[in-house]
T-cell receptor
Framework: DGGITQSPKYLFRKEGQNVTLSCEQNLNHDAMYWYRQDPGQGLRLIYYSQIVNDFQKGDIAEGYSVSREKKESFPLTVTSAQKNPTAFYLC???????????FGDGTRLSIL | AQSVAQPEDQVNVAEGNPLTVKCTYS??????LFWYVQYPNRGLQFLLK??????LVKGSYGFEAEFNKSQTSFHLKKPSALVSDSALYFC????????????FGKGNQVVVIP
């Protein structure tokens, strides 16, 4: 079945460590997005990409980095500069235009 | 910049009663509007969208929403709530320029009481 796969489902980060969250889609979607979800705050956009080898900062990009080397993949790295990384991270993708975004099942990141 | 307000933190409704989840938006020009539902530890699932045309939009699982341009609202409704409708509901808006960015509300927790 077509969809978006996020891995791992749970991830733990030590102080000073960078960690990478995986997001893969087989929907042939052009655009991909990373969101952070904290209780009571809705979804906040970290980074997005509308085409391979190009991406833009969202509203809370500090302490995060991304790459888009392949259409189907959009990994997110949470760097040691992100001082409060504990959150639920959601990846989404969509065709360009007025189509809805499709979401993966998220990665929950916690600090050890 | 586009934004969404979902004024209620939690909506409690008895099973079988009508369910309404409120959403107002702010956007330059005409909006694209979306409703999503989220179950615990899962991603968001698309319910319905308004792009253009009929102001009453029908979606998945018996949900519908009414677009009201003068009140800048897009309230989600279901005539008869089920216990399985208990979840977190998000309204989202984007404008019609080319950046494909959505602005989400903070979400409403719906609790359907048996």
């Amino acid at each position: 079945d077509g969809g978006i796969t996020q891995s791992p489902k749970y991830l733990f980060r030590k102080e000073g460590q960078n960690v990478t969250l995986s997001c893969e889609q087989n929907l042939n979607h052009d655009a991909m997005y990373w969101y952070r979800q904290d209780p009571g705050q809705g979804l906040r956009l970290i980074y997005y990409s509308q085409i391979v080898n190009d991406f833009q900062k969202g509203d809370i990009a500090e302490g995060y980095s991304v790459s888009r080397e392949k259409k189907e993949s959009f990994p997110l790295t949470v760097t040691s500069a992100q001082k409060n990384p504990t959150a639920f991270y959601l990846c989404a993708s969509t065709r360009l235009g007025n189509q809805p975004q499709h979401f993966g099942d998220g990665t929950r990141l916690s600090i050890l | 910049a586009q934004s969404v307000a979902q004024p209620e933190d939690q909506v409690n409704v008895a099973e079988g009663n009508p369910l309404t989840v409120k959403c107002t938006y702010s956007v330059s020009g005409n909006p694209y509007l979306f409703w999503y539902v989220q179950y615990p530890n899962r991603g968001l699932q698309f319910l319905l969208k308004y792009i253009t045309g009929d102001n009453l939009v029908k979606g998945s699982y018996g949900f519908e929403a009414e677009f009201n341009k003068s009140q800048t609202s897009f309230h989600l409704k279901k005539p008869s709530a089920l216990v399985s409708d208990s979840a977190l509901y998000f309204c989202a808006v984007r404008d019609r320029d080319g950046n494909n960015r959505l602005a989400f509300g903070k979400g409403n927790q719906v609790v359907v009481i048996p």
